[in-house]
């Protein structure tokens, strides 16, 4: 596998059930980022983790839950989701440092529904 | 706030011609970093070209080259002699020096006609 991977690619679920997503990097980066894609709207950023720790957390819904075991593993942990989460969930990495772009590499995305 | 601005939600192009892709962006800050993403259709995103915002000289990266006004604060994207592969949604994104929080635009849609 190389650069960013993402399963599921697509998954449909209740409102009541309890899901996660899985992000992989296989590119040596220290941080490691949530998107939310909706239709016609910015891509939203959601957590951020730096050296696996979170640094950035933009007011998202409880009923999402990040967990970042290690530098290349990335999840999100979903549960009670509504409707209007249905999105494009976007996992990115990056090597951070004090001096560079620090230009974020993305993962397929994950599609998801939530009926 | 950082905020990004796409005005064009659709562009459309015919191959081989060349096709500018505006984007704005507000900020307080004198050093920052601009990105240009592509994402094709059920594809995923990738990076096209880069800015710092230090540097007075335009990115180029073979057909694709930026028009970079910062006193402006617009980041255009060329696209020389379009191919049926760069139809896309295109992402125009800002990022501080020293922070990792990139903002994106909320892209346009480029349609490439044969």
């Known amino acids: 596998e190389t650069g960013v991977t993402q399963t599921p690619r697509h998954l449909v679920m209740g409102m009541t059930n309890k899901k996660s997503l899985k992000c992989e990097q296989h590119l040596g980066h220290n941080a490691m980022y949530w998107y939310k894609q909706s239709a016609k709207k910015p891509l939203e950023l959601m957590f951020v983790?730096?050296?696996?720790?979170?640094?950035e957390n933009n007011s998202v819904p409880s009923r999402f839950s990040p967990e970042c075991p290690n530098s290349s593993h990335l999840f999100l942990h979903l549960h009670t989701l509504q409707p209007e989460d249905s999105a494009l969930y976007l996992c990115?990495?990056?090597?951070?440092?004090?001096?560079?772009?620090?230009?974020?590499?993305f993962g397929p995305g994950t599609r998801l529904t939530v009926l | 706030a950082q905020t990004v601005t796409q005005s064009q939600p659709e562009m459309s192009v015919q191959e081989a011609e060349t096709v500018t892709l505006s984007c704005t962006y507000d900020t307080s800050e004198s050093d920052y970093y601009l990105f240009w993403y592509k994402q094709p259709p059920s594809r995923q995103m990738i990076l096209v070209i880069r800015q710092e915002a230090y540097k007075q000289q335009n990115a180029t990266e073979n057909r694709f080259s930026v028009n970079f006004q910062k006193a402006a604060k617009s980041f255009s994207l060329k696209i020389s002699d379009s191919q049926l592969g760069d139809a896309a949604m295109y992402f125009c994104a800002y990022r501080g020096s020293w922070n990792n929080d990139m903002r994106f635009g909320a892209g346009t849609r480029l349609t490439v006609k044969p």
């Open positions: 990115a990495s990056s090597q951070d440092s004090l001096a560079g772009p620090n230009e974020q590499f």
């Open positions: 983790y730096s050296l696996e720790e979170r640094v």
